[in-house]
């Protein structure tokens, strides 16, 4: 097992920074990396920092929902993630050295064909690092370990930033934007002088730790203690993997936990009916304190919060990474619009405005769960249902529609279809890509705009590129034109192309188009 000693020759050296990039990413941390993916392919010049040598060991959150594998699978990741992933197992209780009960944690939900994703997947947290520098690197985007930002100053143009080398130089590198993927003690944010506006979820401290040990089945969570109290302790096993991961809770709201291999040995061997000897190795430790805060602000000049510099959870329910991965997909488009198609500036304001409440509903949810103790997790946490009606992208024109019609700013659904001569296409396939997507269901005009930016897809009606044999489309969709972003949200929902050239006109499409 190789705990995140990555570090190739695509990394960049601190010597070999460049002195011009589009954006400057603050963190190699899952937000990061998702964002400079989604730049890389878009043929934007991104660079990422990270203060560490290498990539961020510790299994720390596991949890990937539905709708960030959906999103791995636009990335080009979802195969790799789901080949390190496991499902989640039931959770065992123990008492005076028994295992006494056992209950599911992760309900399954079967896939849809709107949803081909149906359960949440566990992956070690330094193996989706991994696997997402892995496909950076293949598309030639760029880490430069052993570089962390030490300051910066914006201007109208752009940020100038100040590199400092593990060797105590600097460096200055311009770029365009910078993004803030540096987590919940954000030095970005700090520096902007942006405030959380939050509150401590439990004032008790927790550690975490990765760690060998004999004498428990990889079968269960095994747990001692209800999450509801605090000197609880969980052993989690690690998917594909030989060793487990420790959770524990403190009573003392004043502890500092220890967090040295011999204290943590000691600790299981307290709270546990194992053994200090029966802990072999301590491979990784660290400590937090659940707190649910969200910045006041998401962007500041050419400087944007996300991820954990943005809003920070409670691990309950599986949604901090989620999000934060998330986050990034909403901002790389939006970027690339601007950057290299011309979009206007004020499209990336929509970033904070669509992404804010977004964190909002899951603070809200991932401080219940935590100070209720459920241990039941099911569909209402896969973030499917999320997306952004009524927000500033979201141009509906239809009229009548019943209840549970898709509208504009929902996720566009999957659909399973057919080519005309019978070959199996999902939309996601089509959606699938740095692109727009014009999207006709049935007998509704489709303009002829494919090209770099946008492609056109008629499903059923004259001349359709795909059939619908067993209605799915049709039933997800209703008849219509859909304008589908590139990050898979409906920005356009119509009964006819009236509209469409002004709604193309706030991405930049038609202005890239006539060049």
């Excluded at 004498?215 to 999450?227: I, N, P, S, V």
């Excluded at 964190?359 to 219940?368: E, F, K």
């Amino acid at each position: 097992m190789e705990l995140n000693n990555v570090k190739d020759a695509s990394a960049a050296t601190a010597d070999a920074l460049p002195e011009h990039v589009d954006v400057l990413i603050a963190g190699a941390g899952p937000t990061g990396l998702a964002l400079a993916l989604d730049l890389t392919r878009r043929g934007v010049r991104a660079l990422v920092l990270e203060q560490q040598d290498r990539l961020s060991p510790g299994t720390r959150g596991s949890g990937i929902q539905p709708r960030t594998q959906e999103v791995y699978e636009d990335l080009g990741v979802l195969d790799a993630i789901r080949a390190s992933s496991t499902r989640y197992p039931k959770i065992g209780a123990w008492k005076d050295g028994r295992l006494v009960n056992e209950y599911v944690f992760v309900e399954a939900v079967e896939p849809t064909p709107s949803a081909p994703y149906g359960t949440m997947m566990m992956v070690p947290q330094w193996r989706n690092l991994e696997i997402q520098y892995a496909r950076l690197t293949e598309l030639g985007g760029v880490v430069a370990f052993g570089a962390g930002l030490e300051s910066f100053t914006q201007d109208a143009d752009g940020v100038e930033a100040r590199v400092a080398r593990a060797d105590g130089t600097a460096r200055t590198v311009r770029a365009a934007y910078l993004v803030a993927a540096d987590g919940g003690r954000s030095t970005v944010r700090k520096a902007l002088g942006v405030t959380m506006t939050g509150q401590s979820v439990a004032p008790y401290p927790m550690l975490l730790a990765d760690l060998r040990l004999d004498g428990l089945d990889q079968r269960h969570w095994h747990m001692w203690g209800a999450f509801t109290a605090t000197d609880f302790v969980a052993l989690l096993p690690a998917p594909l993997n030989d060793y487990f991961q420790l959770m524990a809770g403190f009573a003392d709201p004043e502890a500092e936990p220890d967090t040295s291999p011999d204290a943590v040995r000691k600790l299981v061997a307290e709270r546990t009916h194992l053994t200090v000897d029966q802990v072999s190795e301590v491979l990784w430790s660290s400590t937090f304190r659940p707190n649910a805060a969200r910045a006041d602000r998401f962007r500041v000049g050419r400087v944007f919060l996300a991820g954990d510099a943005a809003h920070v959870h409670s691990p309950a329910g599986g949604q901090g990474l989620n999000t934060s991965v998330q986050d990034a997909y909403n901002l790389g488009w939006k970027l690339g619009q601007v950057i290299r198609h011309g979009a206007p500036d004020s499209l990336l304001d929509t970033y904070e405005a669509e992404r804010q409440p977004i964190a909002d509903r899951i603070l809200d949810t991932s401080t219940r769960l935590h100070r209720s103790g459920d241990m039941k997790r099911g569909k209402d946490l896969h973030q499917i249902d999320f997306g952004y009606p009524g927000g500033p992208l979201s141009t509906e024109r239809r009229t009548g529609l019943a209840d549970g019609a898709v509208r504009a700013g929902d996720r566009a659904p999957d659909a399973p279809c057919t080519t005309p001569d019978g070959t199996p296409r999902r939309l996601f396939e089509v959606f699938r890509g740095p692109h727009f997507t014009l999207l006709a269901v049935g007998d509704v005009e489709l303009p002829a705009l494919d090209g770099e930016l946008i492609r056109t897809c008629r499903v059923g009606g004259p001349a359709p590129d795909l059939l619908d044999p067993e209605g799915h489309a049709r039933r997800a969709y209703g008849p219509g034109l859909f304008l589908v972003r590139p990050d898979g949200y409906l920005a356009y929902a119509a009964d006819d192309a009236s509209g469409l050239p002004d709604e193309l006109a706030r991405y930049g499409v038609l202005t890239a188009a006539a060049r």
